[in-house]
Each structure stands twice: as C-alpha cells, then as structure tokens.
C-alpha cells in the first residue's frame, strides 16, 4: 500500500504548506482563492462529464442517480450532519472546502484504479501520478479553507485502503463502463460543488453524494439478473 501512504502524505503535506499561506494574506486575497478553487471545480466537473457521457451505454442512468441519490441524501440530510461535525472544527465554511476536497481526491479513475493496479500488479504509477495532483489540490484548497482540508486524507485513505484490500473481488466487477459512469455522475457533483463555492447555486452536493451508489447497483443488478 505504498502508493496509498505517498498519496495521504501528500494530502496531508499540502494542507500544512497552504494553511502557512493562508495566514499570510488578506480576506481579498482569500477571496480570490474562493473563486479560483471554484472555477477550477466546475471546470473539472466539466471535464469528467464531457469525457464520460460518450462512453455511458446507458444515457439515463446519470439522470436516474441524480435524482435517486438526492432524494435519499435529502431524506437523511447528510449536509446538515456534515457540517454539525465540521463546525466543531472549524468556524468557517470547512465543511463546503472539505467536501469539495473529498470528492475532488476520492471520486476519479486514477483514485479507484490506482489501489487494484497496487494490489494485482505491484504498479503504483497511478497513485503516485494522483498523488502529485492532490498535492497541488490540497495546498490550494488549504490556503483558502485552512488545515481543515488535511481530514479528507484519512477519507482516501480509508477508500483507497479498502479498494487495495477487496481488490481480488473488485477487479472482475470494476469494468470500464462502470467507472465511465461513476465518473459521469461524480463530474456533475464536482462541477455543483464549484457552484456552491461560487455562490451562484447552493446545490447541498453531500446531499447527492448518494448518486454514485445508484450505478454500482444498477450493474449489481444487471450482474445477477
């Protein structure tokens, strides 16, 4: 699980380097960080779904897992738990910051892929290649957000950690059309959460976090039956 520990190390590295910078400017500056961080969500959102929609043999789905996962999230109000635990760190909007982080870290080919290629093949290129990314992510993120940010380590690991471990039962069921359509789905919750950090849409994107389940159920489904 190497590539699994230089990739929390990075998350963790980054946080500390831009919380110092982020005390060392002012509420403009930090302002301006707020909508770099959140154009640069809704460009990468952008990006998931124009690379994924023509790869979905199934053009509703995205639609169903959107509408499905923010019914239940709604119904289970994961927002509004979510930050009643963030605010017991933190004053500010961590809990915006920090799922804009877990997502942005978590829900990705490189983050899914790179622990089975660790486990099956002793490759750990993609880690280190996603560790690179989330270094710079999470020090940008931090500089804006605070140390804060740096807990969003212990969720990837605990994904990635998992992904590793469960990999011999993974690696037949992860296909690429499912990874397309997962991706798809987390595209639309990266690009709403670049939203929110704008301050034009406040979509509750945790609220929707249940989204990503509906695909993998979908293919359960269509597996056995």
Same mark, same amino acid.
């Given at each position: 699980m190497i590539g699994t520990f230089v990739?929390?190390?990075a998350i963790i590295t980054g946080s500390v380097i831009?919380?110092? =910078?982020?005390?060392? =400017?002012? $509420?403009?500056?930090?302002?301006?960080?707020y909508n770099a961080m959140?154009?640069?969500?809704c460009g990468l959102g952008l990006n998931a779904v124009v690379q994924n929609m023509p790869k979905s043999d199934f053009p509703v789905l995205f639609i169903v897992s959107l509408a499905l996962g923010s019914l239940i999230g709604s119904k289970l109000d *994961?927002?509004?738990?979510? $930050? $009643?635990i963030t605010a017991r760190f933190s004053k500010g909007n961590l809990g915006q910051g920090l799922s804009t982080a877990i997502l942005l870290f978590c829900i990705g080919t490189l983050s899914i892929l790179g622990p089975m290629e660790s486990a099956l093949h002793g490759d750990n290129t993609y880690l280190f290649t996603n560790a690179t990314l989330d270094f710079v992510t999470s020090l940008v993120l931090a500089s804006a957000y605070g140390i804060g940010i740096a807990f969003a380590a212990i969720v990837l690991f605990l994904w990635q950690g998992s992904i590793y471990l469960l990999s011999s039962y993974l690696a037949g069921f992860l296909t690429g059309n499912l990874l397309a359509e997962i991706s798809l789905v987390g595209g639309f919750l990266i690009f709403s959460s670049g939203l929110s950090i704008l301050k034009i849409k406040d979509c509750k994107?945790?609220?929707?976090?249940?989204? *990503?389940?509906?695909?993998?159920l979908w293919f359960l489904i269509k597996r056995f039956f």
């Open positions: 990739n929390t190390a831009g919380t110092c =910078i982020q005390k060392g =400017i002012g $509420e403009k500056y930090q302002d301006a960080l959140g154009l640069a969500a *994961l927002m509004k738990h979510f $930050e $009643e994107t945790l609220n929707m976090l249940p989204s *990503l389940g509906v695909p993998v």
